[in-house]
């Protein structure tokens, strides 16, 4: 340990340029012992991120950009039912539908579900179309819609919410005979040009249907797409970008970096770093400051005629 007499006498000994450079040799060395003090108090500690909440939809292959039809089902063919690249909404491909009279069950496409999420939970659902038809265009059973199936365990029964803009319409819906189905009017929308359909599911389920009490339990089961003509041509459409999401809960993960020591490197340290760094930095300049002071008062006291006998040979 340097003493404060010794720094004194060899201030003296060498005069101020001396006793300057003494001072920075000094203080050199404590930078030096605080840098690894603040190396050796340098801890690892694990890093948390919080991951928000994702929007997540259960149809697969919702846009086709796959350019294929799985997992969807085309029971109409590529003859009439084409995944295209002529006219998308958005991305590369979509679906195009063409009007054509068939038989029972009318060449649809359609997406067997099967998700516990259910419609209370994942309230939205929406699709892209470009219809070229809107309105009242054909008899019984000519339609363009979409159909979203929807299953309750509860009572074992499945039953349809349909979204329709051209064909035949069934005033406040199909009441047959077990109410299977509803049918919503999407008359206005506009012709050849794409619109952008936005429905809350759960409202226009319980609207017709009333809430049953295990209204948390229902869930999409199957999503149907018809184009048919009878008695009338509802016209062609293509549809894009369907989804049925909802909200995935938002998680926290923890990361265990492993302690490591890097020594010539620019490098700013990675890892937080321990308050007790902090506090020997302040005492390492307040040691700086008092030997500033002493070296100070002694050549002061120098100049003013005190100068001691130099020293001709001192061992430290």
């Keep these: 340990m340097i003493s404060l007499e010794r720094i004194g006498f060899e201030c003296m000994s060498r005069g101020k340029f001396g006793t300057l450079f003494i001072v920075f040799v000094i203080l050199l060395s404590l930078l030096s012992m605080t840098s690894s003090n603040r190396e050796s108090l340098a801890v690892d500690k694990p890093l948390e991120v919080e991951v928000l909440s994702e929007e997540v939809n259960i149809i697969s292959n919702a846009g086709f950009e796959s350019g294929g039809f799985s997992p969807w089902v085309n029971q109409g063919g590529t003859t009439y039912n084409e995944i295209q690249s002529s006219r998308v909404y958005s991305g590369t491909y979509a679906l ?3 009007s054509h009279v068939s038989g029972t069950p009318y060449e649809p496409v359609y997406q067997e579900i ?75 929308l506009i012709p050849n040009v794409w619109n952008f359909v936005e429905r809350n599911l759960y409202n226009d389920y319980c609207a017709f249907y009333g809430a049953p009490e295990n209204y948390n339990e229902l869930v999409v089961n199957r999503i149907t797409l018809l184009s048919h003509n009878s008695n009338g041509d509802p016209g062609d459409f293509w549809i894009d970008d369907l989804s049925f999401s909802y909200l995935s809960e938002p998680t926290t993960t923890t990361s265990d970096p492993t302690t490591s020591t890097q020594t010539g490197t620019n490098t700013p340290p990675t890892t937080p770093q321990e308050p007790g760094s902090l506090v020997t930095i302040l005492i390492a300049a307040g040691s700086g400051a008092v030997i500033i002071i002493v070296v100070i008062v002694i050549l002061l006291s120098r100049e003013g005629g005190s100068a001691a006998a130099p020293v001709s040979e001192y061992n430290w």
Excluded at 127 to 149: E, L, M, W
């Design 96 to 98: 195009y539908m063409d």
């Design 114 to 188: 099967d998700t516990e999420i259910s419609i209370f939970e994942a309230q939205t659902f929406s699709f892209a179309v470009y219809p070229s038809k809107v309105g009242i265009t054909a008899g019984q059973a000519g339609v363009d819609q979409v159909c979203v199936g929807v299953y309750n365990p509860a009572s074992d029964t499945h039953k349809n919410v349909v979204y329709e803009w051209s064909g035949y319409t069934y005033p406040g819906g199909d009441k047959g005979v077990n109410i299977t189905q509803v049918l919503y009017l999407l008359f206005d």
